[in-house]
């Protein structure tokens, strides 16, 4: 496809349940953000790879979230043992390059942890 | 720690009506400066940005921003808002040698018609 996207859109689950969430870059971009958007607040950076690799973390909520990438395309984000704060949008992003290049965002998963 | 402020969290302005939006950062080295924009229902997506050189930046859909370094602030203009312009506005700040994008809190524009 031409843009970013995420899937699922939505999630429902419930609290202590694992979540996976997958993330589609666009095709030829090294650089993959994720974000997270709670009410009110604006989007706090989870972490970023480039290529497979996520030189940084230090975004991580906590070590029931982790993350990877695959052949420098497809990523996930896990977060294990889910609780009611982690209830937000979860945004992914590429760039065709790390640093000051724009990002392509994707249509975000909406995860609502009951 | 390093952050963005974005000071108005919601605008709402009649057709023709100048806009500004306040975006202040805090850190004192070389930053990147980006605004994006996020319409009712789609994806966020960049309106401008600022790397160096001429502090005057312009975007798409008649924006500008200005980068003032002495007040560490990138504020939003139009000059002649539309209908069309309603959406949620961010600021953010990439600062000189990490990829750790600080974003905004975000302004939800609305525009009257």
């Known amino acids: 496809g031409a843009g970013v996207s995420q899937s699922p859109s939505n999630k429902v689950t419930e609290k202590g349940k694992d979540v996976e969430l997958r993330c589609d870059p666009i095709?030829?971009?090294?650089?993959l953000y994720w974000y997270r958007q709670s009410l009110g607040q604006g989007l706090e950076f989870l972490i970023y790879f480039q290529g497979n690799s996520a030189p940084d973390k230090s975004g991580l909520p906590s070590d029931r979230f982790s993350a990877e990438r695959t052949g420098g395309s497809v990523s996930t984000l896990t977060i294990q043992r889910t609780q009611q704060e982690d209830s937000a949008v979860y945004l992914c992003?590429?760039?065709?390059?790390?640093?000051?290049?724009?990002?392509?965002f994707g249509p975000g998963t909406r995860l609502t942890v009951t | 720690a390093q952050s963005v402020s974005q000071h108005n969290h919601h605008v709402i302005l009649s057709e023709a009506a100048s806009l500004e939006l306040g975006c202040n950062y805090s850190y004192g080295g070389t930053v990147n400066l980006f605004w994006y924009v996020q319409y009712p229902g789609q994806h966020l997506q960049l309106l401008l940005k600022y790397f160096s050189g001429d502090p005057l930046v312009k975007g798409i859909k008649g924006f500008e921003a200005e980068f003032i370094k002495s007040k560490f602030s990138f504020n939003l203009r139009k000059p002649s808002v539309q209908w069309s312009d309603t959406a949620e506005y961010f600021c953010?700040?990439?600062?000189?040698?990490?990829?750790?994008?600080?974003f905004g809190t975000g302004t939800r524009l609305k525009v009257l018609a």
């Open positions: 095709s030829g971009h090294t650089a």
């Open positions: 992003a590429s760039s065709i390059y790390p640093g000051a290049y724009e990002q392509y």
């Open positions: 953010a700040a990439l600062t000189s040698g990490t990829y750790k994008y600080i």
